[in-house]
C-alpha cells in the first residue's frame, strides 16, 4: 500500500518536474550549452562563418529573452527561493506526510493487535466465568433435585403414616360402630320380645277378664232370667193354676235350650282359648326360632366380617411390604438413573472444555500463524519500502546534484553571454 502511494506520490512529484525542465529549465541548459559551442566554433572559425554571425545573433537573443522571461516567471511564482531547494522542501513534506501517515497506520495496527487480544483474553475471562457458573448452576440444580427427592419422599411417608392412622381409626370406629350396633339389636331384640310379651299378658289379663265378666254376666242374666221366670211362674201360678204344666214345660225346655246355648259357647270360648293358646305357642316357638336364626345370623356375619378384616389387615400388611419394596427400588433405580446422568453431564462437561480448549489453541495458533504471515509481509514491505525509499533519496540527490551542476553551467554560460552582449553591443 505505502509502496503504490509512495510511487503515485513521486509520479505526481515529477510530473510537474519533468513539464518544468521540458518547458524552461531544461532547454536554458541546452541553449547555454549549444552556444557555448557555437561561440567556441565561432572564435575558431570566425573566417568560414562570418555571413552565420547575424542569424546566430538574432537566435541568441531570442533564447537570452526567453531564458529571461522565463527566470522572470520563476521569480515570480517560487520567489527568491531556488528550484532545487523547493525540490528538497516538498520532498521533505512529502516524507513527513508520509512518515505520519505511516505512523498513524501503525498505532492503529498496533491498538488493533491490543484490541484483538484483549478481546481474545474477554472472550476466554467470559469462558471461564460461563463455565464456573454453568458447574454451579449444576451443583445448584442437583442440591435442589435431591432436597426435592428427600422431601418427596418425606411427604410420602408423612401421607402414608396418616392415612395408616386414619385407617386405624377408621377401623376402631368401625368397630365401635359394629359393637354398638349389635348391643342396640340385642336391645331392640329385648325390647320387643318385652313388648310382645307385656302386649301378650295384657291380651291375656283382658281375654280372662271378659270371660269372667262374661261368667258373670252370664250367672247374672241366668239368675235374672230365673227370678224373672220365677216371678212369671209365681204370677202364672197366682192367675192361672191350669197352666202350671204348661208353664213348667215351657220354662223346663227354655232351661235346656239356655243350658245348651251356654254349653256350646263355653265349647266354643274354649275351642278358642286353645286355639289362641295353639297360636301363642306356635308364635314363641317360632319367635325364638327367629330370634335364633337372627342371633346365628349375626354372629355368623360378625365372624366373617372379622375373618375379612383380618385377612384385609394380612392383605394390607402383605401391599404395604410390596409397595415399601417397590419404593425402595425405585429409588435406587432413580438413583443409578441420577448417578448415570451426572456421569454423562460430567464427560460431556470435560468434553466440551477440552473441545474450547482444543479450539482455543487452535485459534491462537492460526492467529500466531497469521501474526507472523503479518510479520513477514511487513517486514518484507518495509524493506520494499526502504529500498524504494533509499533509490528515490539517491535518485534525488543525484538529480539535485545533476541540476546544481547544470544551474551552475547556466550561470556561468548566463555570464558569458552577458559579456559578450556588452562587448557586442
Given at each position: ?144 433435585r435431591n432436597k426435592y427427592f428427600v422431601a418427596e419422599s418425606h411427604a410420602k411417608k408423612h401421607k402414608l403414616l396418616r392415612t395408616w392412622q386414619c385407617w386405624l381409626v377408621y377401623v376402631d370406629i368401625q368397630r365401635t360402630k ?72 215351657a220354662v223346663t225346655h227354655h232351661r235346656h235350650w239356655e243350658l245348651k246355648r251356654c254349653v256350646e259357647a263355653w265349647l266354643g270360648y274354649l275351642n278358642l282359648h286353645r286355639a289362641k293358646k295353639l297360636q301363642n305357642e306356635l ?142 553591443q
Open positions: 500500500m505505502f509502496s503504490s502511494k509512495s510511487l503515485k506520490m513521486h509520479e505526481i512529484q515529477q510530473l510537474p518536474r519533468r513539464q518544468l525542465h521540458a518547458t524552461g529549465q531544461s532547454i536554458a541548459p541546452q541553449s547555454a550549452r549549444h552556444q557555448f559551442q557555437d561561440r567556441g566554433h565561432d572564435n575558431v572559425d570566425q573566417v568560414r562563418y562570418t555571413w552565420h554571425q547575424g542569424r546566430r545573433l538574432k537566435e541568441f537573443q531570442i533564447r537570452y529573452l526567453a531564458r529571461k522571461f522565463f527566470y522572470l516567471w520563476a521569480k515570480k511564482t517560487f520567489g527568491q527561493v531556488l528550484p532545487s531547494k523547493a525540490r528538497c522542501f516538498y520532498d521533505q513534506k512529502i516524507l513527513q506526510k508520509t512518515f505520519g501517515e505511516w505512523k498513524e497506520w501503525w498505532t492503529v495496527c498496533r491498538e488493533r493487535k491490543l484490541s484483538l487480544r484483549a478481546d481474545s483474553h474477554y472472550r476466554h475471562l467470559l469462558h471461564n466465568l460461563i463455565f464456573k457458573a454453568w458447574k454451579a448452576y449444576v451443583c445448584q440444580q442437583q442440591g435442589k359394629h359393637a354398638m350396633q349389635s348391643v342396640a339389636l340385642a336391645f331392640r331384640e329385648r325390647s320387643c320380645l318385652r313388648i310382645s310379651w307385656a302386649v301378650w299378658r295384657r291380651r291375656h289379663y283382658q281375654n280372662c277378664t271378659g270371660h269372667k265378666m262374661n261368667i258373670l254376666a252370664l250367672q247374672h242374666w241366668a239368675q235374672s232370667l230365673q227370678f224373672r221366670a220365677w216371678l212369671q211362674w209365681r204370677e202364672l201360678y197366682l192367675y192361672s193354676q191350669n197352666d202350671k204344666q204348661k208353664e213348667t214345660r308364635a314363641q316357638e317360632h319367635h325364638r326360632s327367629r330370634i335364633f336364626r337372627q342371633c346365628f345370623s349375626d354372629w355368623r356375619l360378625s365372624w366373617e366380617c372379622r375373618r375379612r378384616m383380618h385377612a384385609h389387615g394380612k392383605d394390607i400388611e402383605k401391599l404395604a411390604a410390596r409397595i415399601a419394596l417397590w419404593r425402595v427400588f425405585a429409588h435406587w433405580k432413580h438413583y443409578v438413573v441420577l448417578c448415570v446422568e451426572e456421569t454423562r453431564q460430567c464427560e460431556l462437561a470435560e468434553k466440551h472444555y477440552k473441545h474450547h480448549l482444543l479450539k482455543l489453541g487452535f485459534k491462537g495458533l492460526w492467529q500466531n500463524v497469521m501474526n507472523t504471515r503479518l510479520q513477514q509481509m511487513r517486514k518484507n514491505l518495509s524493506y520494499r519500502q526502504h529500498q524504494v525509499t533509499v533509490l528515490q533519496k539517491f535518485w534525488n540527490r543525484w538529480k539535485s546534484c545533476l541540476e546544481e551542476k547544470e544551474e551552475e553551467q547556466q550561470q556561468a554560460l548566463t555570464s558569458v553571454a552577458h559579456a559578450h552582449y556588452s562587448g557586442g
